[in-house]
């Protein structure tokens, strides 16, 4: 009984130093520290990120998974490339997949979870604020937050766990293109609140066919399609 309680806290504390040095990576990748296409080696990270050769190899598997890094070759691993192909496949990817879970959302969402997205909007509202006031890398990070729990909102009541997953995927593999033009100072931010407003007042309609074709119009901007 001991070491299996021994063993099963080594598990979740392992778990979370994974957790831990994938979100930096993540975060690193998102905000171009890591570069498209650069080699990832074990002890380079391990120097800058922590943690041991097991738990780093596992991060980037983690990474691997969700397409933020490709295993090579060589059986090392790099930063995933970030061609003008890469995101017009994203851009494809993320329309076919929120716009679907977006519809099914409107056919299954309680009144609960209308007040859900409606405050998810409300923050994105907030962040796009403080992003134009103050366009540091916290108030990005922060703003990147916002953007991705208002897309999670939108596709939550979908009933496809699948679906939700993909969401969140091809949204994380979006954010260095949409940090990108957040940083050359490529948003449109009044037609942004325009778009961002017809899509709160589409989803309190439940009106389908306005929310996803708002939604659509939303993801090409927003990645600058």
Not at 13 to 21: K, N, Y
Not at 52 to 67: D, I, K, P, Y
Not at 77 to 84: D, I, K, L, M, P
Not at 163 to 172: E, S, V
Request: charged share 30%.
């Amino acid at each position: 009984m001991v070491s299996e309680v021994l063993f099963g806290s080594r598990k979740a504390e392992d778990d979370t130093v994974i957790e831990m040095l994938a979100s930096a990576i993540r975060r690193d990748i998102s905000f171009g520290v890591l570069r498209p296409d650069q080699k990832l080696k074990i002890d380079g990270l391990r120097q800058s990120y922590g943690g041991s050769n097991h738990s780093m190899r596992e991060t980037l598997r983690v990474l691997a998974s969700e397409g933020m890094v490709e295993a090579t070759n060589q059986r090392g691993f790099r930063v995933t490339s970030a061609t003008e192909d890469d995101l017009r496949d994203i851009v494809f990817l993320r329309l076919e997949v929120e716009t679907l879970g977006l519809r099914r959302s409107l056919e299954r969402g309680t009144v609960a979870w209308e007040s859900r997205v409606i405050a998810a909007f409300h923050s994105v509202a907030h962040a796009d604020a403080a992003v134009q006031n103050d366009p540091d890398d916290l108030t990005a990070l922060e703003w990147d937050e916002a953007c991705r729990d208002l897309t999670m909102a939108l596709v939550e009541a979908s009933d496809s766990p699948r679906l939700i997953k993909m969401t969140a995927q091809f949204f994380g593999q979006s954010r260095r293109f949409r940090l990108a033009l957040l940083r050359e100072g490529r948003i449109d931010f009044p037609a942004r609140k325009l778009r961002q407003n017809r899509l709160r007042d589409a989803v309190i309609a439940r009106d389908q066919n306005s929310a996803t074709q708002v939604l659509a119009d939303e993801i090409e901007a927003d990645l600058g399609a």
